[in-house]
Nanobody, 116 residues
Framework: QVQLVESGGGLVQPGGSLRLSCAAS????????MSWHRQGLGKERELVAV????????NYYDPVKGRFTVSRDNAKNTVYLQMNGLKPEDTAVYYC?????????WGQGNQVSVSS
């Protein structure tokens, strides 16, 4: 059973920073690419960042490039999303995700709110 447990969201002022964490209960975590997604109120869920299994390849949604950094610690079965320079339009519920043997799994979601 794959479980993804997220932490680290909250309320921050514009220009602030937050770091999201996602701990995975996947025995072979290190062989799977991991992703972060977000869903704003009334919007479709969108892909924010992807990191390869070994961490050597990372891709970002254009609006977050240069501000967000995805990383992982395979020894801790954890993936992170460091968010700097946050803007009000980054407000959303953030989810980590993984596809294991063709099935998609999501974390419970973590609210990130950017407001003054």
């Amino acid at each position: 059973q794959v479980q993804l447990v997220e932490s680290g969201g909250g309320l921050v002022q514009p220009g602030g920073s937050l770091r999201l964490s996602c701990a995975a209960s996947v025995f072979t975590f290190s062989i799977y690419a991991m992703s972060w997604h977000r869903q704003g109120l009334g919007k479709e869920r969108e892909l924010v960042a992807v990191i390869s299994s070994g961490g050597g390849a990372r891709n970002y949604y254009d609006p977050v490039k240069g501000r967000f950094t995805v990383s992982r610690d395979n020894a801790k079965n954890t993936v992170y999303l460091q968010m700097n320079g946050l803007k009000p339009e980054d407000t959303a519920v953030y989810y980590c995700g993984v596809t294991v043997r063709g099935a998609g799994y999501w974390g419970q979601g973590n609210q990130v709110s950017v407001s003054s």
